[in-house]
């Protein structure tokens, strides 16, 4: 069972997120991502879900570039999003079109490796 402490360090880790990030994708405070992660406070079904959805993104961004790449790729406008940054569009609901972006990537990487 993944707890919110978990789930937040998991996105946290290498520095690919800040607790400001958290806080936007979530439409939050800092100060209340901080209690979530350190006091282990309990969030909203919604958070919850938003959470899991952009630990899901983490993860693939991870497999598809190293960590500060995909920090930037992450905060930059994608062309394949109509200019949209890959967290405004996780933060607005549209995780699945990031997700689809990641998997494009990490399959085209795939590719050439074994070529």
Request: glycine share 4%; with cysteine.
């Amino acid at each position: 069972m993944t707890t919110i402490r978990s789930l937040l360090d998991d996105v946290c880790a290498g520095g690919v997120l800040t607790v400001g990030d958290l806080a936007q994708v979530t439409r939050t405070s800092r100060r209340e991502v901080l209690r979530w992660r350190y006091r282990s406070d309990t969030v909203r079904r919604e958070v919850e879900k938003r959470l899991l959805e952009l630990r899901a993104v983490v993860d693939l961004a991870r497999q598809a570039m190293p960590d500060r790449p995909a920090r930037t790729w992450l905060r930059s406008p994608q062309p394949e999003l109509k200019g949209q940054r890959p967290l405004d569009a996780v933060s607005e609901g549209s995780a699945y079109l990031v997700i689809d972006l990641l998997r494009a990537l990490v399959e085209a990487a795939a590719e050439a490796a074994t070529e």
